[in-house]
C-alpha cells in the first residue's frame, strides 16, 4: 500500500529508509540525483532530491498561476527518448522528489568534452532523436526551457540519447511565456530570453539549434560565457558551423542554422520543419 501512496504523492517518502543511495550520479544547480536500489523491489532507479529553497524561488513566480510541479511534468512523458518519470512526490523532509528509469550512460556534455570522437557516424541518428523528444514536449503542451547537452543522456549501450530534467518546464501560455521570465542556461538561451521579452516554443528551438551545433562541431556559434549578460552576442549573426566542420552536409548546416536563427521570423516555428527539412539526408557529411 505504501507503494501505491507514494507513487499518487498522497503519502511522503522516507527515502533513506525506502532507497539504498549507492553513489552521486549527478548534482545541478536545482538538485542533486543518486543512483539508487530499491529496497522492496530491488530496482535500480534514478532518485532526483529537490533543493527546497531553490525550487520555491523558481516555483514561487508562477505560484498564483497553477504552474505544476516539476513531478507533475514529468510523469505526463511515455516516450522513447525522454527519461520516464516513474513516481513523484514529497520526502519526509518535504523536499520533491522524482524516481526515474536509471542510465548507465555519459551526458552529451560529458562525450563533449573527450577528445576522440565518439559519436562518428552517428550524429543524425542522435540528432533525430532528441528533435523527436523536445517535439513530445511541445505536444503535450510545454516549453522545456533548458534544452541543452547537460540534460541529454546516453544509454548504457550508447545507441539512445534522451531528454532529461523538467526543473524549469512551463506551459506554453500566458503568464508563463510573458516577458521578464529569463531562466535557462546562458550558452544556449535564445534572444528574446535573454531580452526578457514574451516568449513561445520557439526558444526551444534555438537552444536545440545551439545544443546540435556543438554536438557537430565541439564548438558554439557565439563567444561561451557563464552567465545571462553573455549570451546577448546571441542577437548577433552566429559563426557559421562550416568555419569548424567545413565538410558537413549542407542541408543539414541549413537546417541547423534556421533553428538558431536571432530573428524569430526566420527562425523554425517548430521541430517538425526541421525533421522535415533533413528527411532525406542519410550522412552527417557531405
Avoid at 533525430?128 to 511541445?138: G, N, P, S, T
Avoid at 549578460?229 to 568555419?243: D, F, G, K, L, R
Avoid at 558537413?248 to 538558431?260: D, E, G, P, S
Amino acid at each position: 500500500m505504501n507503494f501505491f501512496k507514494n507513487l499518487f504523492g498522497s503519502a511522503k517518502l522516507d527515502y533513506k529508509k525506502r532507497y539504498e543511495l549507492q553513489l552521486s550520479a549527478m548534482s545541478g544547480t536545482m538538485s542533486k540525483v543518486y543512483k539508487a536500489r530499491d529496497r522492496e523491489t530491488g530496482d535500480i532507479v534514478a532518485l532526483k532530491i529537490l533543493d527546497k529553497a531553490k525550487t520555491s524561488i523558481i516555483e514561487s513566480r508562477f505560484q498564483s498561476a497553477g504552474k505544476p510541479s516539476e513531478g507533475e511534468i514529468a510523469v505526463q512523458f511515455d516516450h522513447p527518448y525522454i527519461i520516464k518519470t516513474l513516481s513523484h512526490g514529497l520526502t519526509t523532509d518535504n523536499e520533491q522528489y522524482l524516481v526515474m528509469e536509471y542510465l548507465a550512460g555519459s551526458g552529451l556534455n560529458n562525450v563533449l568534452l573527450v577528445q576522440e570522437d565518439l559519436m562518428a557516424g552517428a550524429r543524425l541518428h542522435y540528432i533525430r532523436q532528441v528533435a523527436e523528444a523536445i517535439d513530445a514536449v511541445h505536444e503535450k503542451g510545454f516549453i522545456h526551457r533548458d534544452i541543452c547537452p547537460r540534460n541529454l543522456l546516453f544509454t548504457a549501450d550508447g545507441t539512445v540519447l534522451k531528454l532529461t530534467d523538467f526543473g524549469l518546464t512551463v506551459p506554453n501560455r500566458s503568464p508563463f511565456t510573458d516577458p521578464g521570465n529569463r531562466t535557462g542556461t546562458a550558452n544556449y538561451m535564445a534572444p528574446e530570453l535573454v531580452r526578457r521579452k514574451s516568449t513561445d516554443q520557439r526558444l526551444d528551438v534555438f537552444a536545440f539549434g545551439v545544443t546540435i551545433y556543438e554536438l557537430c562541431t565541439k564548438m558554439l556559434p557565439w563567444p561561451r560565457g557563464d552567465n545571462a549578460n553573455a549570451a546577448m552576442s546571441h542577437n548577433e549573426p552566429p559563426e557559421q558551423i562550416t568555419t569548424y566542420r567545413p565538410q558537413i552536409n549542407k542541408t543539414l548546416a541549413k537546417a541547423i542554422h534556421k533553428c538558431i536563427e536571432p530573428d524569430l521570423n526566420e527562425r523554425f516555428k517548430n521541430l517538425k520543419l526541421f525533421t522535415r527539412m533533413i528527411a532525406n539526408v542519410e550522412h552527417e557529411d557531405e
